[in-house]
T-cell receptor, first 113, second 112 residues
Framework: GNSVTQMEGPVTLSEEAFLTINCTYT??????LFWYVQYPGEGLQLLLK?????DKGSNKGFEATYRKETTSFHLEKGSVQVSDSAVYFC????????????FGSGTRLSIRP | DTGVSQNPRHKITKRGQNVTFRCDPI?????LYWYRQTLGQGPEFLTY????????KSRLLSDRFSAERPKGSFSTLEIQRTEQGDSAMYLC??????????FGPGTRLLVL
């Protein structure tokens, strides 16, 4: 079945450091891929998405490219801020999943001032 | 667009009691989803409605759980005879049929 594997955390970086959070997936067909972010005490917010191979999703300085050949959707940001501290979830949605989103286990990111 | 709302935000109950949560989706969205998130894990799918029809239920949804969406608008999730293992964040999401789901803030349940 479909699944998502993402880099285990926690990840701790200094402010202005470069961020990469790895995500790979297993799916039949051509799923849509997402990154969701969860700030402390809040629900999930959609950060970015890509719906087909080679698409790049971007938002708030974060980027991720849908790589079908490596089945990956790594999240990157060139210069992180303290306000980026949160839990990040990689996820996929595909018709074979019968409409549900399948999430990875999440990566907790902490940014030191 | 007021977003997805959920009530209550927090619920503490004693084992064996029944609890009910409510979700109000984005008004024009015909699809509504329930997920459960335990500590340190990603959300897991529970059930899904298209309008008032419940189209899919996960095997995680034991017979103590029931969900309804009577008029195709808001939805309720009831847990009967709660157990400590039911302690989790219950998330609701809605969509207009595309791949993007918009999540509410969740209801955090603690069963003592």
């Amino acid at each position: 079945g479909n699944s998502v594997t993402q880099m285990e955390g926690p990840v701790t970086l200094s402010e202005e450091a470069f961020l990469t959070i790895n995500c790979t997936y297993t799916a039949t067909g051509y799923p849509s891929l997402f990154w969701y972010v969860q700030y402390p005490g809040e629900g999930l917010q959609l950060l970015l998405k890509a719906t087909k191979a080679d698409d790049k999703g971007s938002n708030k300085g974060f980027e991720a490219t849908y790589r079908k050949e490596t089945t990956s959707f790594h999240l990157e940001k060139g210069s992180v801020q303290v306000s980026d501290s949160a839990v990040y979830f990689c996820a996929l949605w595909g018709y074979s999943s019968a409409s549900k989103i399948i999430f990875g286990s999440g990566t907790r990111l902490s940014i030191r001032p | 667009d007021t977003g997805v709302s959920q009530n209550p935000r927090h619920k503490i109950t004693k084992r064996g009691q029944n609890v009910t949560f409510r979700c109000d989706p984005i008004s024009e969205h015909n699809r509504l989803y329930w997920y459960r998130q335990t500590l340190g894990q990603g959300p897991e799918f529970l059930t899904y409605f298209q309008n008032e029809a419940q189209l899919e239920k996960s095997r995680l949804l034991s017979d103590r759980f029931s969900a309804e969406r009577p008029k195709g608008s808001f939805s309720t999730l009831e847990i009967q005879r709660t157990e400590q293992g039911d302690s989790a964040m219950y998330l609701c999401a809605s969509s207009s049929g595309g791949e993007t789901q918009y999540f509410g803030p969740g209801t955090r349940l603690l069963v003592l």
